[in-house]
């Protein structure tokens, strides 16, 4: 099992910045995909951005240019940048990860990630 918290939420302005961080422990291994979800007030969580055990990345269209997910050298630190941040990225922000074998598919789903963190929220204001 791996054990996921996030931290680096908070309250900013639009067009501001936050940078995410997710430490990872436990039975954490390099064949490993891990990604940013966010659940909006009565919304579905969805699936923000998430990197495979390959490096590749896949980010969800309404972030892509803004965010940026990376991983520290160990892979036990999963970060997500957000630049020009919008009321609409207000949401709880969870950080996620499972076995895989490359890339997850279909992208960005939810139900295929095993562990979750306990998320923290982002809040953007106009």
């Known amino acids: 099992q791996v054990r996921l918290v996030e931290t680096g939420g908070g309250s900013v302005q639009s067009g501001g910045s936050l940078r995410l961080s997710c430490a990872a422990s436990g039975d954490i291994y390099s064949a490993y995909c891990m990604g940013w979800f966010r659940q909006g007030p009565g919304k579905e969580r969805e699936g923000v951005a998430e990197i495979g055990s390959n490096g590749v990345t896949n980010y969800a269209a309404s972030v892509k240019g803004r965010f940026t997910i990376s991983q520290d050298n160990a892979k036990t630190t999963l970060y997500l940048q957000m630049n020009s941040l919008k009321p609409e990225d207000t949401a709880m922000y969870y950080c996620?990860?499972?076995?895989?074998?490359?890339?997850?598919?279909?992208?960005?789903?939810?139900?295929?990630?095993?562990?979750w963190g306990q998320g923290t929220q982002v809040t953007v204001s106009s």
């Open positions: 996620a990860a499972t076995r895989c074998g490359g890339m997850l598919r279909p992208p960005l789903n939810p139900l295929l990630y095993s562990d």
